[in-house]
């Protein structure tokens, strides 16, 4: 029994979940030796691949999330947080790029503007269900295990669904650069499309946050229990090479597995009926995402809803910016010259109501907390879109579904807009606050203070 409850045990599971599509993968590769059959290597059908590379998704989405609490010893909790929430999404990456892909070796023709379409409704919808479903769903549950497990992050409140998951502070930097991100998004459609200014823009702003985060040495001391816990007290050569390999192994794995997990679901919902581009837009990224919230669901079942947020809000930053500014390198590349992702107007639609959702969450996050009310705000609204829209295009009979289409749009952007900037001048204070501890942790970062102390 003290063998079971050993540390490295938990590791080994983990390892078995992911096993079964090594087998898989090593099999098919074997199949292309010329020493080896043809039939060798193992066919799945979609209900097995789906079940087998979800197994290996959850798998390696827990060695993810024990690599990145492991190295917050040795680097910023919140750099290492950021490597989390790269790795947790680099699928989401993966299946965006090869539409641009497509959509820059076909450009010119119906194939590829279609194509450039399906990576702008992927982004979106990846976007939209990291707030919508990520942000919403955790905080919700974070109250949730607060009642079972003690968490110095929820407050209790008296009133309806009042209750408040507290933020940390440090989270200060993230906010911003969302903030800033989300800004320039309303402008990108202007252009007529993805460009390289977005692309300098976009991939600027995370660049710089990065230096920003490790630079600062803005640092908050946690106690690790269990196996990250155990892994820290490696020497630390032992303990670097650890996370290394727990970082590669956990990365490679979530690459081969999510893109068959995402288009095994693609296709059962394919069998079923349901639309080519409600799969693209929705199912695909949910799948996609999938790592990531696994990995959050583990923070916050170790009453760690600040660090889960942290790595949330640092998986939005990195899509809200390398995820779209790495687009248009794609497709210019695909392209043969440099080029711009074009995208018609319902995709222009769409991304305005991604930076609004964004918008309005942030007003939300701007006094480092977030209500049950306002989680339950992000959740319907999301849905009630997501279902309305599906209803318009693809169920009710109507003469124009997608004019309707595009004033749906347009209604939820304008509210998401609206109660957002409500909040922001109900919370101008917390505003100016909060970019006064963003300036002071710049200076911070380039050597112009030392004394900076985030309470």
Known sequence: MSRLRHPLTAVAAALVLTLPWVVVELSRLAAGLDWMPVDAGIALSTGPTVLVTGLAVVGASFLLAWGAETAEKDVPRAFALAVLAVLAVAPEYAVDALYAWDAGAQAGTT????????????????????????????????????????????????????????????????????????????????????????????????????????????????????????????????????????????????????????????????????????????????????????????????????????????????????LIGTLAVVYSIAAGGIGVLEFDYKQQLEIWITAAQSFFALAILVNFNISLREAVALLVLFVSQVFAEFMVLNVLSLSHPEALSHQILLGYTAVYLLIGLAMFVHRRQAVKEMLGMTYEVVQTAFGRRSDFDIE
């Open 111 to 322: 194939a590829g503007a279609e194509a450039g379409n399906l990576a702008i409704a992927n982004m979106t919808g990846a976007n939209r269900i990291l707030i919508g479903l990520g942000w919403s769903g955790i905080a919700l549950f974070t109250v949730y295990r607060a009642y079972k497990v003690r968490d110095d992050n929820v407050e209790k409140r008296s009133g309806f669904l009042a209750d408040v998951v507290t933020l940390d502070k440090a989270l200060t930097t993230e906010i911003t650069f969302l903030w800033l991100a989300t800004l320039w998004a309303f402008l990108v459609p202007l252009g007529g499309g993805i460009d390289l200014i977005d692309t300098v823009v976009l991939v600027g702003l995370y660049v710089s946050y990065i230096l920003i985060i490790i630079r600062s040495g803005i640092e908050t001391e946690e106690e690790q229990i269990g196996v990250p816990g155990y892994l820290q007290s490696y020497r630390k050569p032992k303990r670097i090479a650890t996370v290394l390999s727990l970082f590669i192994y956990s990365g490679v794995m979530i690459l081969i597995a999510v893109e068959p997990f995402a288009h095994g679901l693609e296709n059962l919902g394919l069998q079923y009926g349901v639309p080519k581009f409600f799969m693209i837009q929705w199912i695909a990224p949910l799948a996609s995402e999938s790592p990531e919230l696994i990995v959050v669901i583990y923070l916050v079942n170790k009453a760690r809803s600040s660090a889960g947020f942290n790595a949330l809000i640092s998986s939005k930053l990195n899509q809200w910016t390398l």
